[in-house]
């Protein structure tokens, strides 16, 4: 056995260990609070895990006789998801295609990684767009499509997503890349009562002028239009529905696929299935990760325009394991869970309460701006990075756990079992981290 005292620096012998100085106890932890048991303390879990974890620890269905048989003999075994089939598969993809898969999106895709996700879902705008073109042969030269997207944009570290991805250079520095077009984002700001207090619909014009150049220099095929809903290591930039309006007009005109990474945003954490359903507007295709556990895409009929679409062509888009049998069966147990639970309900009404406090705070004066989110989303702005850096660096001190969000904000990504006391809890200790 390793003594929890001893794990950081056991994994620091044989690779870099930075992480939060905790160690989780994955026995201990329970609903929003992770338990250290190198130190025997508990830390108010606001970043679960990367946005990834949403039920709160050893929630009681965890613990269910026969959840547990089926997880442990798909962990036992590690099938190759993408060619053989397993009813315990089965069982995964028909929850997560007529419970979470909105209507009007009949294919379905499945991958280990949110980068991969986001990698597939341009492979998949790449071959419609090389065929809509008339290239058919895989001998057609295709080094002219593009994607368009966007500064301040978060989409992973694969191969295409490092070319998409600009938020810190130490991510994407040094590594070759494709130089694909890139507009500026419109963010909202707001002020602290929540109303819009930027010129956004000015900013929305410069962008959609941005993206009618992009799609008139006759340089690059634009494949498609990529963006996250809501920009989320890029700041936790928020967009008006009429942007994502624009967009899709273009996309609908210049024969492009309007794509969303929903990577950070989907599976229930803006408080609907998916972000997008709040703006109304509808994309072609979704990529997801992170809470859902499993990662991958799905996508409208707008990829039957060409005949041999990647859905339909066997081997286009593939991998080994097509995403992993544990997932699959953790993730249909959240999706019991949460649609159960109702907690995708919960976790809204508790952003809310969040929000609530952080905006009181901005009102009486105290040094935080932006206060902005939606359910599990909640961000606010410092005045400066080292501001910021101090302010998550005490909230740690305090025993809150949080995340760095663009050059100087703050964001939480809420645990849906959180209470109203577990957030006032929280909201003392912000009061007390900011600047004085
Ligand atoms: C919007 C978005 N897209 C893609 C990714 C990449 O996901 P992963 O780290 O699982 O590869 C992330 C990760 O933070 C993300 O936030």
Request: hydrophobic share 40%.
């Amino acid at each position: 056995m390793i003594h929890p005292t001893q794990v950081h620096q056991t994994l620091r012998r044989h690779q870099l260990a930075d992480g939060l100085p905790v160690v989780f106890d994955l026995e201990r932890s329970e609903g929003a609070w992770l338990f250290d048991s190198r130190t025997g303390q508990k830390y108010l879990d606001l970043f679960t895990c990367f946005a990834s974890w949403p039920v709160g620890y050893n929630h009681p269905r965890m613990a269910e006789r026969e959840f547990l048989s089926e997880l442990t003999r798909a962990a036992a075994c590690n099938p190759s998801n993408s060619d053989l089939y397993t009813v315990e598969m089965a069982r995964f993809v028909e929850a997560f295609a007529t419970r979470v898969t909105p209507a009007g999106f009949p294919y379905n895709f499945w991958v280990s990684g949110g980068a991969l996700a986001v990698e597939n879902g341009i492979k998949v705008a790449f071959d419609w767009k090389a065929q809509k073109l008339g290239r058919m042969s895989f001998d057609d030269d295709c080094d002219d499509l593009g994607i368009l997207h966007f500064r301040q944009a978060f989409h992973g570290r694969s191969g295409y997503t490092l070319s998409l991805t600009n938020t810190d250079p130490l991510k994407t520095g040094l590594f070759p890349k494709f130089r694909w077009p890139r507009i500026d984002p419109p963010s909202i700001e707001f002020d602290a009562y929540g109303q819009i207090a930027n010129d956004v619909a000015a900013l929305e014009a410069r962008s959609l002028s941005q993206a009618r150049a992009v799609f008139a220099d006759k340089r690059w095929k634009i494949a498609a239009i990529l963006i996250e809903p809501m920009q989320g290591e890029g700041g936790d930039n928020h967009f008006r529905p009429e942007f994502l309006a624009g967009l899709r007009e273009l996309a609908d005109q210049e024969q492009a696929l309007l794509i969303l990474d929903e990577v950070q945003t989907g599976f229930f954490g803006a408080g609907t299935a998916w972000m997008w359903q709040q703006k109304g507007v509808p994309p072609d295709v979704v990529c997801f990760g992170k809470k859902s556990q499993i990662c991958g895409v799905y996508s409208s009929r707008r990829v039957e325009e060409v005949k041999q679409h990647a859905f339909a062509r066997a081997g286009r888009i593939n991998s080994t394991w097509g995403g992993s049998l544990c997932d699959m069966v953790r993730s249909r147990q959240l999706i019991d869970i949460i649609l159960g639970e109702r907690l995708h309900e919960r976790v809204a009404a508790a952003g809310e309460r969040l929000l609530a406090g952080l905006r009181r705070m901005a009102q009486s004066g105290r040094s935080l701006s932006n206060v902005r989110g939606v359910a599990s989303l909640i961000a606010f702005t410092l005045a400066t990075p080292a501001d910021r850096d101090q302010t998550l660096a005490r909230l740690q001190e305090q025993r809150v756990l949080a995340l760095k969000s663009g050059e100087r904000a703050i964001r939480f990504r809420l645990p849906f079992v959180l209470s109203d006391a577990d957030i006032d809890w929280a909201l003392e200790r912000v009061e007390s981290s900011l600047p004085k």
